[in-house]
């Protein structure tokens, strides 16, 4: 492993440890162990294939740097200038990875966990580092250099990483103004109907406030997804949205009412009893079952 990396991760633990000592210390329940073991082994298969999906960014990135009319030089202000076009399209990829099914199946991934804390952060697919960068070739077309396209989406997210925490309350007047913050990041990550399609924004909220998606954070926060946690094994975690996508029977919603309106809709197949039983995380859109593609109980 690289310094920058074992610097990385020397940083993380040390919060995640301090978490865990406040949560100790506050006698709140913001972990289950399983389920933080599952996060961690995520995170350690992401950096094993690190040095592959950097490469891979990087590579596609430069294959358009030859189509390039012309090059921005890189100064403090074009740097500027990257971090907030690329703040731009992350808030779109990320809103439609919760629309777009093939998207959410790897998404999935991150949203499947039925706690808040900061190894939520790390609970990310093992895919997502390759097909989000087509999201960002735009900007090379435009003369964006593509070392810093992937610097800023390095410290948009590792920004975010300080976002999943249940430590910080909230910042009052702060809230929704420019930067996004743990209490925004908690909605997003709700399952509760007002919650549902909230607060994509990265390392600013600003494009939530313009794109009508900001909701602040008011009643308690239900996270996970409908069907509750996939798996605590991480292969099951990563592929099994992608599989259930692939038999056709994993689909998104763009708007909650909608599961509403097919759950009382008697042309509708009912949800699995496994489904129904579940009270944890009501009202996320999730994946629909068919008796080829269970989800694992």
Known sequence: M????????AV??????????WSLWT???ISQPKEVMANLALLLGNQLIRPLTLAWKLFVLSLLEPLQLFQLPVTPATMLLTFLAVEFLYYWYHRLSHEIPFLWAIHHTHHSGSHMNLTTAVRLNWLGGFVSIPFFLPLVLLGFSPNLIVLSLAVNLLFQFFLHTEAVTTLGKLEGLLFNTPSAHRVHHGSNPAYID???GGF??????????????????RYGVTTGPV??????????PLLLWACGAFHREKKAQHLVAQSQNPLVAKPSAASQNNTLNPGRRD???????????
């Open 2 to 9: 690289t310094i920058p990396t074992l610097l990385f991760l």
């Open 12 to 21: 993380i633990s040390f919060f995640m440890i301090c978490e865990c000592l």
């Open 27 to 29: 006698r709140r329940t």
């Open 198 to 200: 909230k607060n994509y």
């Open 204 to 221: 600013l909220i600003i494009f939530d406030r313009i794109f009508g998606t900001w909701q602040p954070e008011g009643e308690k926060v």
């Open 231 to 240: 798996s605590r094994n991480p292969f099951v975690i990563v592929f099994h």
């Open 287 to 297: 994946e629909d079952q068919t008796p080829l593609c269970q989800s694992p109980t």
